[in-house]
């Protein structure tokens, strides 16, 4: 099984992993590493993949989430128990924090002694779900964030209302919108935008972006483009050394 890996400069004891559609048991049209639970995937293939998925990676326990598009954050447990939220945290070693995503921008960030996975689509950045998140972490100066694979800016168009909803907020968040071949429409970068709401808090070490889920049918699941498809999974924990 393939992973996407981040090159940052946090701390060694800190993992994170970002899968592929490769590797799976899951059918057409949610071949083969699906891990959502909602997406009328066959249940077994589910739990199948999930299994391997953290067999994988040595991963005993892992939150997993009921996400909803908001800007909630909750303290990871390894009770089983799914909890509805868009993000999560922990200090455990050994306790996978993990969203799913098939075009929003999964973000992990950690302090070396906290970690953190949050799930923004721009629905979540406007409405502050990195800022939510970051209230988890004593100093943003001290925090190292990864943006993983999401729809890229050539691919991502939008309406009038979402450039306007994040201009209202920074106006230069104007610069993460180019116009789009369709009248009124708009392209927007979602690395952009979730960089610029991470510069606003302080944060200084920035890293990933670059990948686009919606035009590498081969590797990412795209809701966008396909929209009967599975779902990836990001994970950051922490190791004993």
Request: aromatic content about 8%.
């Amino acid at each position: 099984m393939d992973f996407i890996r981040p090159d940052w400069k946090a701390p060694a004891h800190i993992q994170v992993a970002s899968t592929l559609r490769l590797g799976g048991v899951s059918k057409a049209p949610f071949d083969a590493l699906n891990l959502g639970d909602h997406v009328d995937d066959h249940p077994a293939a589910v739990i199948e993949n999930r299994e391997r998925l953290l067999s994988a990676l040595d991963i005993e326990r892992a939150q997993w989430l009921t996400q909803v598009h908001g800007i909630k954050c909750v303290e990871a447990k390894g009770d089983g128990r799914v909890r509805e939220a868009d993000a999560c945290w922990t200090e455990d070693t050994g306790l996978a924090c993990l969203v799913m995503t098939a075009d929003c921008l999964p973000v992990v960030m950690t302090d070396g002694q906290r970690v953190l996975a949050a799930h923004a689509g721009w629905r979540g950045l406007a409405n502050g779900v990195l800022e939510a998140s970051l209230t988890n972490f004593a100093s943003p100066h001290n925090v190292h964030v990864w943006l993983g694979p999401a729809i890229g800016p050539l691919a991502f168009e939008v309406g009038p209302e979402v450039r306007e909803r994040f201009c209202d907020h920074n106006p230069q968040a104007s610069e993460c919108f180019t116009p789009s071949l369709r009248a009124g429409k708009w392209l927007a970068d979602l690395y952009e935008l979730a960089r610029l709401r991470l510069f606003e808090q302080g944060i200084q070490h920035v890293s990933g972006g670059g990948l686009c889920t919606f035009t590498d049918k081969r590797r990412f699941f795209s809701y966008r483009r396909d929209i009967q498809t599975g779902r990836m999974a990001t994970l950051i924990w922490k190791t004993a050394s």
